[in-house]
């Protein structure tokens, strides 16, 4: 079973908003920081935002004041909230939780596609 699972993405057009879930098992909600990252084509996987387990949080200048993270303690689940997307944030949105090492994660998701129209 996935330790990590992202729900959420789509298609929109510019301007617009989406909001993606992460859904991780309770021993992982419980113990790691979990973080956001993506990759649009061509291009290298990058962080978007991260969220340690006591809820301090860290955005890529790219996203601050776009994109909020938070963590859902009903669902257990660490979700992004995007808006006043644009075309440079198209790409796979994946999730990725407890970092060791400094930049290496122990679990990922499969990643979920978003894409934003101009």
């Known amino acids: 079973q996935a330790q990590v699972m992202e729900s959420g993405g789509g298609s929109v057009q510019a301007g617009g908003s989406l909001k993606l879930s992460c859904q991780v098992n309770e021993f992982i909600f419980s113990t790691c920081g979990v973080a956001w990252h993506r990759q649009a084509p061509g291009k290298e996987r990058e962080l978007v935002s991260i969220i ?31 808006n006043n997307l644009n075309a440079e944030d198209t790409g796979r949105y994946y999730c990725a939780a407890c970092m060791y090492g ?10 979920t596609q978003v894409s934003v129209s101009s």
């Open 52 to 82: 340690a387990k006591d809820g301090s949080t860290t955005y890529a200048d790219s996203v601050k004041g776009r994109f909020t993270i938070s963590r859902d303690n009903t669902k257990v689940t660490v979700d992004l909230q995007m």
């Open 102 to 111: 400094g930049t290496y994660y122990r679990h990922w998701g499969q990643g």
